[in-house]
């Protein structure tokens, strides 16, 4: 399952992991897709719950080393720096095309 944080106004990546209210989930194996709301979780919290909803995989816009260490710790992969159009980013990543940008990591100071 691959978890994109979404910004539902603007159907494009959400920049910033902690503060994403949704995730548009897409599943590799059957082609569906949804979107899910952030389960009342935040920064560090998204990680188990992203976990329980079988992400495999997390397409983002921003995030920190705290929640980096989370995914590591699920084995979730991740690609982070990712910006537009969801349907376009879907596309992208099924062709195998899809690159993030690795200097999107930031801190928070929450």
Avoid at 22 to 29: A, N, P, R, S
Avoid at 34 to 60: A, E, M, Q, W
Avoid at 62 to 69: N, T
Wanted: hydrophobic share 35%; charged share 20%.
């Amino acid at each position: 399952m691959i978890g994109i944080t979404y910004d539902k106004e603007t159907n494009s990546v959400f920049q910033h992991f902690g503060e994403t209210k949704y995730f548009y989930l897409f599943d590799e194996k059957t082609g569906e897709e949804k979107i899910v709301d952030n389960g009342g979780f935040s920064h560090r919290d998204l990680i188990p719950y992203i976990n329980s909803l079988g992400v495999t995989t997390l397409i983002c816009g921003g995030i920190g080393s705290h929640a980096v260490e989370g995914l590591n710790y699920f084995g979730i992969k991740f690609i982070p720096g990712v910006v537009g159009n969801v349907n376009k980013v879907i596309k992208e990543f099924k062709e195998g095309n899809l690159v993030g940008n690795p200097n999107a990591m930031h801190s928070c100071s929450h």
